[in-house]
């Protein structure tokens, strides 16, 4: 046991801190990888696919990719394209972890406080997506939509424009396409707005919705910051002149008809009507590499993490279960005061706030006010390490309260010191209490890594949410992931069970044996 311990902590040790290094030779795009058609994921180079830096085997592709690489090109550096959940793209740019976002972002007055934005590299057209048998199908005006239940997505004017649609019932905005999507084929959501390019793709994928289309002077009121899409950048970055001087010499509505053009009919598949089980079968066979490789990450950030937890949770609940007497260790009494007050402080805090929320401070937060710039796997790790280590300790502190008081006093009787107490008698009764309890920690941080997405950890999660926004399809994507999280829980859960049990079942035959022997003795 004490060499895995060592072997454990020596390869955590061993991982990378940064993610990556800033260099003057290298281009750091942030995207989403799963905005199709303007960024989506594949399994291969094969249409074009650009390398995913932080996901191995992973290749993005899109208008937004096409134009990553012509703008590296220009500025004569190397393109390195990295996987970053949409509300994590700002605070990575800010943070430093990235040098441009590339993902269809509009440069709103909101956006361009927090970063710089170039000339617009795309303009779009902005459309309605409602199902085929919908009663709205032929509305001719924004205004035709009395009653509809219209959404965007959150966090872009998408969600704000809903409000020019008079007598709507507007809906709260939602996270992402896919999601609308699926409440929309769900018949929760009578539509949603979008644009153009994105519409076509997902129509492509879900013959059941189309879009509608409208007159100017019948459409959407918007801005030019709206409805374009630019490169966003840090403020005061040199790389803003040098992108600008080449866009402004580009034909941007020659290169947007024909890269657009390209990748809607890429992601635009062919209508053939298939079951719902074909879909599931044709999504497994082709991202069924990207799921793979969520799953290892899952497992090992799940189970390196808990055991860590663990051993965090056992420390903090022995230091503070130690008892310091005032009148013969008054220094030692009041520092292990101190201590206890930092470790209450440091339970209460990651016990009482959100992982994801923690997330985003230790890993962008280190980043951008200490420059500590951890790998998104090392920030993975002690991040629900220390989230675990915060529940554990109750649980430890729990599992010690619950040793028979006279076995401390048992222990005081005969010489025995409290680390000597603590170590042979009290905490292996306490660790086979708390077994159980730990077994369910562990699934729990298998489902938990989800949360992890936000700081573009490439977990099962994560993997899922690319898959879905390149292919549309919701709901067979999630049923995959459900069914995979399922196997894995149920796995683990009855592994743990077999090890509970032969615990359980070794301490029987130890007590069966002691009362024999003790029969004998008394027969003696």
Known sequence: MKRFFLSLLAAILLMPVGSSFASEDVLRVGMEVNYAPYNFSEVNDENGGYPVANSPGEYANGYDVRFAEKIAEHLGKKLEIYKIEWDGLIPALTSGKIDAILAGMSPTDERRKQIDFSLPYYRAKMVVVVPKDSKYKDAKSINDFKGAKI?????TFHADVVDQMEGVDKQEPMDSFPTMIAATNAG???????????????????PKLTYIKFDDDKNFKTSDDDTTVAVGLAKGSPMTEEINAYLKDLDIDKVQDEIMTEMVKITTAEEVHKTFLEEVKDIWN???????????????????STILGFIIGLVVAVIR??????????????????????????????????????????????????????????????IVSINTGAYLSEVVRGGINAVNAGQFEACKAIGMSNSQAMVHIILPQTIKTILPSLGNEFVINIKDTSVLNVISVTELFFMSKSVAGSTYQYFPTYLITAVIYLVLTFTITRILLLIERRFNDRDFILESSTGATNVNNSSK
């Open 321 to 382: 279960r130690i008892d310091v007497n005032k009148k013969t260790n008054p220094i030692g009494y009041y520092f292990h005061k101190f201590i206890n007050a930092l470790l209450s402080i440091y339970v209460e805090v990651f016990r009482g706030t959100p992982m994801m929320v923690q997330s985003v401070i230790i890993f962008y937060g280190l980043k951008q006010y200490f420059d500590i710039d951890l790998s998104t796997m090392f920030a993975a790790i002690l």
């Open 151 to 155: 959404t965007g997505q959150l966090g």
């Open 286 to 304: 082709q991202y069924k590499d990207l799921f793979l490789n969520g799953v290892v990450n899952t497992l090992l950030i799940a189970i390196i």
């Open 188 to 206: 929760t959501l009578d539509g949603y707005v979008s644009e153009e390019a994105g519409a076509q793709s997902a129509i492509s994928s879900n």
